[in-house]
């Protein structure tokens, strides 16, 4: 296998090799991935999650201090004293484990508390919410659940990973990301075929940060009488006046049929949720095998009831790190770097060539800036860039850093846009 040219995929079954052998060529591949400078999988931070991190690279004798693009943390919560209290007081008061799986016994008073909490930010009836220990389950989990052989999901190319693992039971059509015209031509061939449709899509795209054209989409979706789930991972906690996320901004909060998003990024914490209608919340907790068949989450989640609430008692977080991403972007732009559509936290810088994208997070490290390259498989061969995101506790003078890092690379590199 040329490493050079190859994708995980190709290890998954390699002629002639049986599933170790096949493990021990990866091996091989992502060793050789890393020296290129295009995964930083052995990477160790050491003390946690932050603006600012100490970071042990397989290349280097010793730790280094980083300023971090790296984190879906985006307001820090992970950090914030009075999250971290309640969480420390979640465990005094229940200990540290959930005990069953929920139909068992595992529902406890703190699990209802943030699905309440959760009906409530997002302003439908009581009962309306379901938690699941990741975001990625949330997706996987509600999907399986609700969409077998007689239906038919419609996704965008871009959904996350956790979307398509929820097609593997019901039919599915990829329509190109944010292409209004396929998506019509999908709900229309879907219309008469299938009982239930329902359009995917995510409110803030993972990898090039930009957003769904989610009012449109909705439109489109109603038309056909199918319904519309939307991933708003990203978005949630960051975006919109109130922090509802991507769905605030377009004014859909009391119309998109199914919410999901992630109890991990900018909630700080781990978990993942659905909110929708009573009926909704009620079938998925007897329906999906990962509810019913698995634990809960800690009573550390109790940390999450007040992360929930200072999205709106304390806003400032919102708001600096809106500052930060306006004077990050611009700077990026003056230097006529391609950060595509991206309007989040999350700011690609497209560089194409992946050794290019390697040398220039190698370098950026070097210049104590930690950010990932992606490369194919993660995106499409032509497309790698240096994902970044930012995150409310950046400084003035952490942005500036970064961008002299980054005026840098492209001196050493030359990763602008040309005219
Ligand atoms: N949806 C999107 C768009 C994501 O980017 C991610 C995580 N990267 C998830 C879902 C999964 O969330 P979690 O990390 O909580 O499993």
Known sequence: IDFNKASFKDFESIPNHNSFQSAKAFKEFTDYMEVQGHMNYRFVTHNGCGAEVLVSSPFDDKPQRCISLVSNDYLNFTQHPKVKAAAIEGIQKYGTGAGASPLIGGHHEYHVMLEDKLSAFFNRPKDSSIIYTTGYTANSATLLAMLKKNDCAIVDMAVHASVYEGLLETNFKRFPHNSLIHLERALSDAQSKYQTRMVVIDGVYSQNGDLAKMDEIYEL???????????????IGVLGKNGRGAIELFNLLDKVDIISGTLSKAFGHIGGFVVSKPEIANYLKFQSRQQVFSSTSTPAINGLLTAIDLI???????????ENVAYYKKGLLDMKLDIGASASPIIPIKIGDPHKTGDAARLLFKAGVYANAIVYPGVSRKDARIRTSLMATHTQEHLDTILNAFEYVNQKLNISKAD
Not at 312 to 322: C, F, G, N, S, V
Request: charged content about 25%.
């Open 221 to 235: 979706t109603k038309q056909y009488g199918a319904f519309l789930m939307v991933d708003d991972a990203h978005g």
């Open 312 to 322: 709106d008692t304390e806003p400032l977080w919102r708001i600096k790190l809106a």
